[in-house]
């Protein structure tokens, strides 16, 4: 088995997934490759000294680039702020290291093209979070979608909706709050959420075409924790778009963080010729499957409880019937990725693949803007 | 088109639930025996006045003697209260009149078997309103069980929980809570809601072998309407049952009138070999179903919506996606039993039928008493 | 008790569900007005005798010019094919009928003006059949929402989605088949079930702002049942989109008949400050709802079943947990009616109302034509 | 931070659940004592040291007795078969060790009470593996219930269906079928199923009084892969029984491995006075809740999604909506008893607390062959 050492950047809710993804990939999974967690970065001392003796990290660092510096450190996970990805995984390229980002890849398109090329120029491998495409019930879609189970696609539709912004109280920027920061998040709903919508759907249902949409700020100002003064809300509290896909299909997409009732509310139902396909994220292990070719009197969706050893993933954990959770979708993800080190084969979805979703964000954000449709850019060569 | 001139006796709940199932069977159902709305009967003058006003029957009795000594009557509907079954169905039969009677069939078991030799002796057609076994997809479940999709079967359980009379303050007795007081009723929720779980595991899962049952009455004492006085109550509040079926299945029943939040859950399950089926009142338009020969990958609990044409009875209704309710199983009910008179072909459950299910509350209420296991009568020849 | 004399026109699927609410509100409703089934009228002189003889009419007609001349005739309730509506509607008004209109109003907003000057012009009576106002869940949710209870709307978004019109096999036009045929219909699922969606929106959230819409007609070429031949088909197939509502919320609509599992799948969400509501079509005896001011560790979307006496329409029914159907909605609105003709108020959507949603339809067609937003007409004065 | 050693004796499923639990429960809770994986403990060589590899484990022992013979472990955590608890755990207290016993604490409850002698004599601290009672959801309902706000309890009931067991081609006995075994597991669903069933009742609702039971063998003959013969089978197939507690509730309960599309379906219910409460493990992640002060018109089921921080447990893990699955209550029980041990107070259940439910499982299993009802003893002094 051969140690593959990690340099996490960021120890916030999502430096805390992915570390717990590290530990765990390993009981569970057969890998030839075992991550060992050799370093975390962060800015305050002893934050992030608390994190590295709670989680098991060798060593600690507070700058980014001694961090990249080291000769210890194989693979950099970026696990900051949005605004940093950029700099940081252009650095990590040219150092040479394996790298996993944090969705979005960017701030936008652009700098995602510098992503990009920086990593293909330097042949590492890389990958970005949009760890749905691993929760076990998603994964079986995609397999039933591949099997052409569904015939020819007529309509797409996805939601995020969550609920937690909806108090005029609540500050915007600094620890915690940075995704209501436009200059750090680079957008509100669109890149945090609906980006994760856009990722599973092109993944599922191939690329987009066009898009309209509207976006909404509600609360207009709000105190910025960095500043303590009132000041502008940049980002959009909700985002819908209609939108036409490659294949012909029609699709609507809507985010928002002002739906009561819903704290994480990601879902998405596929029609096709032949059958359709639903889930949610508030019963993530479930999978909702209806096929027009079962017996007519007795055709029904059916609830697919995925805890099966015949199921993705599942085989590696308990037995029929106990579910896991939201976690494990990151503890696949590493599995994959590891497995792809090993194989040469890159697990999706790389910086590449994550760009095509960025292309879709910006052309989203452009049409609330210009109030027309708008084509989405194809990939860079 | 036959006329069938109808006298119902009763005009509370059940008498509405049966003159709305006469009225409206014509317009959906293709007969050759159409029902006509000939006299309604009971005691207080102007209720039944304004009763046969506002339903369209063309006179009015209040007394059931007369009305069972007119010509003009083909057909008596009991829908009264349970100790006048017994006097009544007997000399309706000895009238000559069809029978159709409000479940329980009677009191108990011995005064079943009276009526029932009564009108196998008359010979007229009867039926008891044992009215859920023609909910669609009831029905549907029934298809299925004797299309022997289920295979061996295992485990039959069903309940039927309501909430009405946890209240101290409700008295018991007189109109709207006779079925409270134990003269009247015979016993508590297990002549009223048992008897239906128990006819339709009897349409479903076969006879019965033996059962060992357990009764409560959580409020001792209520005021009787009728005298005035707190009086002892006499009635189960409560009761659980376990059962062996002659086919080697295990069974649970259970029934009570405290169980918060069930207005009116009634629920069967079956589990066989292959398959299992579940149903519950509250959703009555919903058949669930579970085929182990599904592929493993995409097995799951079916929700069958109930609503299209090639489903029991919902040809006649509206279009697929549209359902119906509660009242509409006593629709079908006059519909089968008028189709099995032209027949000459009696439609179930007959007065012989819900002898059966008599039987099974009188075993259960019996080894409540005993606390030991209680075989069930066979029925009479 | 005064007679109201009913003439219908058309005895399709409309025609029965109309014909059953006359027939059966007295029995459940207290009115000053009983509808007396006088006239039905239709062009298949067989058909349309079969037709009053399973329902009791005591007569029938042809040609509706006639039937509008019959003096005996007090109320025009017009279920036919949406093309013939103007016509029949402004020769009723000015017979001085009462009218009940099938929906759509019309098949656009200018004729959809002029019926509403000629009933308003003639001072009749007037209302159109968007049904799903009078299903006591929807009831409830405007209930709760004139009481202020959910706060500020940030969102609704709604749904009415079909499988039916996949098989490229299913010709269009004629009998059964009208809705396929633009000449006739009008449109597509514009007109046939986001009106539906359209006119429970304005009831619910009040007027629309602007729009912008995509549709597509999946199968390009249908035979045509009355030509024979194969032709172009000129129906949306499906419609998708977004709205801004004057009291700043922000929509969704989709309606298609290519959802795959969905066979009238009519649904709303609406998001509030405080609480939010959801509803849908196949468990219409539901309504969810979640109120952010429940104790917090107990807070959760709760099913409420609702069969009780103290909600909406269902005191007029059976008892708590007995659940009533989509024909009950008809039942409701007639009874409405005839309360607000007794009253001298008229029930709501009146043929003005109606106008309102015949505008959105129209600015979402025209959007889906220009590729932009469009503003949606103001009622006329 | 003090390190506490574990010694772990088998590596089955709840070897892999315990070791993951130990391994987890520093990142997510502070608490003052850390487990260190020091040694596991199997027969099987090659197994055992791929084991500890794949865990971490620094070292292996093949003979328990040098486990417990060792001065650098301090917990022996006991997750081997049944028949093999009584001997270790009283080796263990008697070696002064912590002791952690997988559930069903022993075959019965005459073996049950030696093993309560002998860890009360120690002094040590001790806990059995019920780890239901740490699922959110279930110590929401705790809380609930011991707030009072469920009021006098009327009913309770509880299930739990699998249905792995119905190919006659199974064999029983030897690794990963001892659970067939009679010989090692003692009884079949009673002490595999309805043993946590029972364990969450007396946590929830107190002590039993009676029960009155039937106990099923589906398939009489198995072949055994020890013997390599066919064999009588000597296990309860499936169980059911009726009981009364001290509190004056009735309550039923089943379990069965012959249930189609069941494959662990862990559900209980209660019914008080004022509200109601549900659960199952299908949907771990959620409470059902039923309150009847809620206001009339507006009362339904709520479906709590237990994922909030004010929530049990949840504070520990990720974001609002976000759920954990079945192997987190190990990691909660782990810190619950890490706790205990801090604070020299036993976390519940303690050997003594799982005596109960050993006396309830010898009651049901007695009267399953006397046919009778059967008191449940009390608890040893």
Same mark, same amino acid.
């Given at each position: 088995m051969?140690?593959?050492?990690?340099?996490?950047?960021?120890?916030?809710?999502?430096?805390?997934?992915h570390?717990n993804?590290?530990?765990?990939?390993?009981n569970?999974?057969?890998? $030839?490759?075992?991550?060992v967690?050799?370093?975390? !970065?962060?800015? @305050?001392?002893e +934050?992030?000294?608390?994190? /590295? %003796?709670?989680?098991?990290?060798?060593?600690?660092?507070t700058?980014?680039?001694?961090?990249?510096?080291? $000769?210890?450190?194989d693979?950099?996970?970026?696990? !900051?702020?949005? @605004?940093?990805? +950029?700099?940081?995984?252009? /650095? %990590?390229?040219?150092?040479?290291?394996?790298?996993?980002?944090?969705?979005?890849?960017?701030?936008?398109?652009?700098?995602?093209?510098?992503?990009?090329?920086?990593?293909?120029?330097?042949?590492?491998?890389?990958?970005?979070?949009?760890n749905?495409?691993?929760?076990?019930?998603?994964?079986?879609?995609?397999?039933?979608i591949?099997?052409?189970?569904l015939?020819?696609?007529?309509?797409?539709?996805?939601?995020?909706?969550?609920?937690?912004?909806?108090?005029?109280?609540?500050?915007?920027?600094?620890?915690g709050?940075?995704?209501?920061?436009?200059?750090v998040?680079?957008?509100?709903v669109?890149?945090?959420?609906?980006?994760?919508?856009?990722?599973?759907?092109?993944?599922?249902?191939?690329s987009?075409?066009?898009?309209?949409?509207?976006?909404?700020?509600?609360?207009?100002?709000?105190?910025?924790?960095?500043t303590?003064?009132?000041?502008?809300?940049?980002?959009?509290?909700?985002?819908a778009?209609?939108?036409?896909?490659?294949?012909?299909?029609?699709?609507?997409?809507?985010?928002?963080?002002?739906?009561?009732?819903h704290?994480?509310?990601?879902?998405f139902?596929?029609?096709?010729?032949?059958?359709?396909?639903?889930?949610?994220?508030?019963?993530?292990?479930?999978l909702?499957?209806?096929?027009?070719?079962?017996?007519?009197?007795?055709?029904?969706?059916?609830?697919?409880?995925v805890?099966?050893?015949d199921?993705?993933?599942?085989?590696k954990?308990?037995?029929?019937?106990?579910?896991?959770?939201?976690e494990?979708?990151?503890?696949?993800?590493?599995a994959?990725?590891?497995?792809?080190?090993?194989?040469?084969?890159?697990?999706s979805?790389?910086?590449?693949d994550?760009?095509?979703?960025?292309?879709?964000?910006?052309?989203?954000?452009?049409s609330?803007?210009?109030?027309?449709?708008?084509?989405?850019a194809?990939a860079?060569?």
């Open positions: 051969k140690e593959l050492n990690i340099g996490l950047i960021g120890y916030g809710f999502m430096g805390r997934a570390s993804a590290f530990r765990k990939v390993g569970f999974f057969d890998l $030839e490759y075992q991550p967690l050799k370093a975390v !970065c962060g800015r @305050d001392v +934050k992030v000294k608390g994190f /590295a %003796a709670k989680w098991g990290y060798e060593s600690f660092e700058d980014w680039r001694r961090l990249l510096a080291r $000769e210890d450190i693979l950099v996970d970026i696990a !900051c702020p949005n @605004d940093m990805h +950029k700099e940081i995984a252009i /650095a %990590a390229a040219k150092a040479g290291k394996m790298i996993l980002c944090e969705k979005p890849l960017s701030m936008n398109g652009p700098e995602g093209v510098k992503m990009v090329q920086a990593v293909e120029k330097a042949g590492v491998p890389n990958m970005v979070w949009y749905y495409r691993r929760v076990p019930a998603v994964a079986l879609a995609k397999q039933l591949d099997e052409g189970r015939g020819r696609i007529f309509h797409y539709r996805a939601k995020f909706l969550q609920d937690w912004t909806i108090s005029e109280d609540l500050p915007q920027g600094g620890a709050l940075w995704r209501l920061d436009v200059k998040a680079g957008s509100g669109t890149g945090d959420l609906l980006a994760h919508c856009i990722d599973t759907a092109i993944w599922l249902n191939g987009f075409e066009t898009v309209t949409a509207m976006t909404e700020t509600f609360i207009k100002r709000r105190k910025h924790n960095l303590g003064k009132v000041e502008k809300v940049g980002i959009d509290d909700a985002c778009f209609l939108a036409r896909f490659q294949n012909g299909s029609l699709a609507t997409f809507e985010s928002t963080r002002y739906a009561r009732g704290k994480a509310l990601n879902t139902e596929i029609n096709g010729e032949h059958a359709s396909i639903a889930w949610d994220l508030h019963d993530l292990h479930r909702q499957y209806f096929d027009h070719r079962d017996e007519g009197r007795v055709r029904g969706w059916r609830s697919i409880h805890t099966d050893g199921q993705p993933y599942m085989g954990w308990w037995v029929p019937g106990l579910q896991i959770g939201y494990h979708s990151f503890v696949h993800q590493v994959d990725f590891l497995e792809g080190v090993a194989k040469g084969k890159p697990a979805p790389t910086f590449r994550a760009l095509e979703t960025q292309y879709v964000c910006d052309a989203v954000l452009k609330a803007r210009t109030h027309r449709w708008e084509k989405v194809r860079i060569k």
